[in-house]
């Protein structure tokens, strides 16, 4: 029976998720990084089982993962699952997926939540390497689990108190449309070494160098890939994140996050 699985990653945790899950499904399960695919008309699969697999940013899904769920065309019958990781708050993207696969006609057959290690420095640094190991423990024993359910197509509820997912999907409402242009707020120290890889890591292509240093064109998706990967710790954001623990999954590396495709 065959497999796909949807990604959006910018620090691996993701990704991590998504190549643990196609190692327990086995053999006919492929993984998507969905910045490869985002700029198709129509972003198609006649898998029998299709999973979405991406951070949870704004108390919602990426922008990416948004426009990508318009786009998605699947089998009638696939079994379709997702699965969200966070840092802080859970919030209620599952129900947002839930929602545009249903006005697409499709269901949305499970969905699960991984707690990772945060990633969105502007708030606060990354967890110690410690909490890190016993986050990455859960992790393993809860796909093993997850992929039973998934291989034998359980169903699967998608839970959450009313008041709070209507909370969060206003939230996401209100703050999505602010997104892009919030890129404004990134800027470089000296420490930069013209090395440009921010640009390379970029999943829309936001960023061009100008005079060796990155320039943001107003496009952001808010994941802080540019930030999290520089090799120099010069890319910031507002005043907090200089000095702060910067992360990314320790078995995911930088060319992992670099699109296959360029857009």
């Known amino acids: 029976m065959?497999?796909?699985?949807?990604?959006?990653?910018?620090?691996?945790?993701?990704?991590?998720?998504?190549?643990?899950?196609?190692?327990?499904?086995?053999?006919?399960t492929d993984l998507t990084f969905i910045p490869d695919v985002i700029k198709k008309d129509e972003i198609s699969t006649d898998a029998d089982r299709v999973?979405?697999?991406?951070?949870?940013?704004?108390?919602?899904?990426?922008?990416?993962?948004?426009?990508?769920?318009?786009?998605?065309?699947?089998?009638?019958?696939?079994?379709?699952?997702?699965?969200?990781?966070?840092?802080?708050?859970?919030g209620a993207?599952?129900?947002?997926?839930?929602?545009?696969?249903?006005?697409?006609?499709?269901?949305?057959?499970?969905?699960?939540?991984?707690?990772?290690?945060?990633n969105y420095t502007p708030l606060k640094q990354a967890p110690s390497e410690n909490k890190q190991?016993?986050?990455?423990?859960?992790?393993?024993?809860?796909?093993?689990?997850?992929?039973?359910?998934?291989?034998?197509?359980?169903?699967?509820?998608?839970?959450?108190?009313?008041?709070?997912?209507?909370?969060?999907?206003?939230?996401?409402?209100?703050?999505?449309?602010?997104?892009?242009?919030?890129?404004?707020?990134?800027?470089?120290?000296d420490d930069c070494t013209s090395c440009g890889l921010c640009e390379k890591v970029c999943p829309v292509d936001n960023i061009i160098m100008e005079s060796g240093r990155p320039k943001w064109m107003g496009k952001c998706q808010s994941c802080l890939a540019c930030l999290q990967w520089c090799p120099a710790e010069a890319v910031q954001y507002g005043k907090n994140t200089k000095g702060r623990r910067r992360y990314h999954h320790p078995e995911v590396n930088v060319n992992d996050i670099m699109r296959h495709n360029k857009i």
């Open 2 to 28: 065959r497999t796909s699985i949807y990604y959006f990653t910018s620090t691996g945790n993701s990704l991590k998720i998504a190549r643990d899950l196609a190692r327990e499904l086995g053999d006919g």
């Open 51 to 90: 999973g979405i697999v991406y951070p949870v940013y704004m108390f919602g899904e990426p922008l990416i993962v948004s426009e990508f769920m318009g786009k998605l065309a699947l089998k009638d019958d696939a079994y379709v699952f997702a699965v969200t990781n966070y840092g802080g708050t859970p």
């Open 93 to 118: 993207p599952l129900q947002q997926t839930e929602g545009e696969l249903k006005r697409a006609g499709l269901e949305l057959s499970a969905g699960f939540r991984f707690r990772m290690p945060n």
């Open 133 to 189: 190991k016993k986050m990455f423990s859960k992790e393993a024993e809860k796909v093993k689990e997850i992929a039973g359910i998934v291989k034998e197509k359980k169903k699967v509820a998608v839970s959450g108190f009313f008041l709070w997912v209507w909370i969060a999907r206003l939230l996401w409402k209100i703050f999505a449309p602010m997104v892009p242009s919030c890129d404004k707020s990134f800027w470089v120290t």
